[in-house]
């Protein structure tokens, strides 16, 4: 390589990595697309393996309608809202090993704060779930035969 081939080689070296130094000021790693993703916030798992690692076991009829996940934190935080046939959430909460909770449960404001962020009315007879294992806390609502379901850890 020539003396002047060399030289422009290093000097649009700093160019190429100027995004990179500027995501590294920052402090924040570069945004990461996944289908079902909320708009706007940096998810850095799909939906999926977001659910297995969260030991969540949504059931195969259940559409994602947005989740928010981001495995590089030490809690590992996830919000998700599935829809799922009303029929699917006992094996939901069951396989998830989740256990009726009241409204009053301290792992529960959580997520009323976020299932509310999300749609949902606030409807006190809706059922809500704990696992104290992972300290996951669920919400579902009722809409005819569909449900709409709140995980959030």
């Known amino acids: 390589m020539s003396t002047r081939a060399i030289r422009r080689t290093a000097a649009g070296l700093p ?16 945004e990461k697309h996944f289908p079902g993703a909320f708009p706007g916030t940096h998810t850095d798992v799909s939906a999926d393996q ?4 969260h030991d969540l076991r949504v059931p195969a009829s259940a559409e994602a309608v ?6 590089e934190d030490d809690t590992y935080p996830l ?19 989740l256990r009726p ?9 959580g997520v009323r704060v976020f299932a509310k ?17 992972g300290h996951a806390g669920v919400i579902s609502h009722r809409t005819g035969t569909e449900c709409a379901v709140y995980p959030h850890t």
């Open 15 to 30: 160019l190429g990595l100027l995004p990179l130094l500027v995501v590294a000021a920052r402090g924040e790693e570069p």
């Open 50 to 53: 977001a659910f297995r690692d």
């Open 66 to 71: 947005g989740y928010w996940a981001w495995s």
């Open 79 to 97: 919000a998700a809202v599935p829809r799922m046939p009303c029929s699917a959430v006992p094996d939901f909460v069951s396989g998830s090993g």
């Open 101 to 109: 909770a009241s409204p009053d449960e301290g792992g529960v404001s």
């Open 117 to 133: 962020d999300h749609g949902w009315a606030g409807d006190e007879p809706d059922p809500r779930y704990l696992r104290d294992r």
